[in-house]
């Protein structure tokens, strides 16, 4: 098991609701999970973990340009509510911290990868890079540069879905999608009308808050009126909850009692997911405004280590299998790197390809 380390008041003090927040979540409830779907989230949250890693490697040994903005630490949010839903049935809409949503959604690492270095091969076709991750076999609507951009996306996503069966009669149109995006993004006004008129219309759609205490630099609790995202869904009359966004078991278990009142037709839900990034905004971000206390807080509760505390110590996977989940990552993510820097880059005279719907 994962210990709880108790905080001092000094760190609390500094620290805010967040973390007291979360350590009050840890607590509250255990979480099962068969050894097939617990050795398949621990692969998923590797790969998303793994491949960020490699990310950071390339960009440092200046091999990957613009603007990268990785997800490590948030793993458990990608996993846990991805992996709830129905894959290439369910839509899903990113941000621009798009990488590991995309691979959680089934999109092949070699597809991500090649985006990333403006390949042909990438899923965007190499016109979009990082933070425009699109797969529309893997029901991926898109990474989005501007915050709150990706929201009113999958508002109408989840529109069709229910216009699709209440208009046009498709009885098996029953897909639900999850909107992805930060607390800094809570502050944006997109989000709130989105609420409004999923609520209002009983749209499929989970919006999911991770919830990762900053914006940048800018302190949620510096922000933010009422730092409790998931209370502003009573506004709304829509239901709210929080949960600890480090445990992958937890999220599911949210996403999935969600995703289930979302499909049976009683609408949205806002599932805020406690979390934290272990690395700095953007590769570009040398990350020096958040205190060493704080990070060694959260680096405690890397969702990774206590997802494989939980299958070691329920006896569901031995060390030895985790390590060999690991090495197996490893090379399909060396090898996407591969493939990605022998891929062609698109060719001048399409650059005018991909602009409007029909090609
Ligand atoms: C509409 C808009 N305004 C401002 C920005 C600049 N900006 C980039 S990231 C960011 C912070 C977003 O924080 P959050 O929503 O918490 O997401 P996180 O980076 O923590 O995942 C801002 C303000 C932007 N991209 N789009
Ligand atoms: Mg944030």
């Given at each position: 098991m994962v210990q709880e380390i108790a905080p001092t008041t000094a760190i609390q003090a500094e620290l805010g609701s967040h973390q007291e927040r979360v350590a009050a979540l840890f607590r509250a409830a255990a979480h099962s999970v068969t050894r097939d779907e617990g050795l398949m989230l621990y692969r998923d949250m590797t790969l998303g973990r793994r491949f960020e890693d490699k990310c950071a490697e390339m960009y440092y040994r200046g091999k990957m340009f613009g603007f990268v903005h990785l997800y490590n630490g948030q793993e458990a949010v990608s996993s846990g509510v991805i992996k709830a839903m129905k894959p290439r049935h369910d839509w899903f809409c990113s941000t621009y911290r798009d990488h590991v949503h995309a691979l959680s959604a089934g999109v092949p690492a070699r597809a991500v990868m090649s985006e990333l270095f403006g390949?042909?091969?990438?899923?965007?076709k190499g016109r979009g890079g990082s933070m425009h991750l699109f797969s529309r076999e893997h029901h991926l609507l898109g990474g989005y540069a501007?915050?709150?951009?990706?929201i009113p996306v999958a508002l109408g996503a989840a529109f069709t879905s229910r216009y699709r069966r209440d208009?046009?009669?498709?009885?098996?149109?029953?897909a639900v999608t999850a909107a992805f995006f930060g607390d800094g993004t809570c502050n944006n006004g997109q989000f709130y009308e989105c609420l409004n008129m999923a609520q209002l219309w009983k749209l499929p759609i989970v919006f999911v808050v991770?919830?990762?205490?900053?914006a940048i630099g800018m302190a949620h609790e510096r922000a933010?009126?009422?730092?409790?995202?998931?209370?502003?869904?009573a506004a709304f009359g829509m239901p709210g909850e929080e949960v600890d966004g480090m445990d992958v078991l937890a999220v599911r278990d949210a996403a999935a009692r969600a995703v289930a009142r979302a499909r049976a037709g009683k609408g949205p839900t806002l599932l805020e997911c406690l979390t934290y990034r272990f690395r700095g905004h953007s590769l570009a971000d040398p990350d020096e405004l958040r205190c060493e206390q704080e990070k060694a807080f959260w680096a405690r509760r890397d969702p990774l280590k206590g997802l494989a505390a939980h299958l070691i110590d329920h006896g569901l996977a031995c060390q030895a299998e985790l390590s060999a989940i690991g090495e197996e990552v490893d090379a399909e993510v060396a090898d996407a790197v591969d493939f990605a820097l022998s891929a062609p880059e698109p060719d001048g005279s399409e650059l005018t390809r991909y602009v409007w719907a029909d090609d």
């Open positions: 390949r042909a091969t990438g899923c965007s501007f915050i709150g951009e990706g208009a046009l009669g498709e009885t098996d149109s029953d991770e919830n990762n205490k900053w933010t009126s009422d730092t409790e995202i998931y209370r502003k869904a």
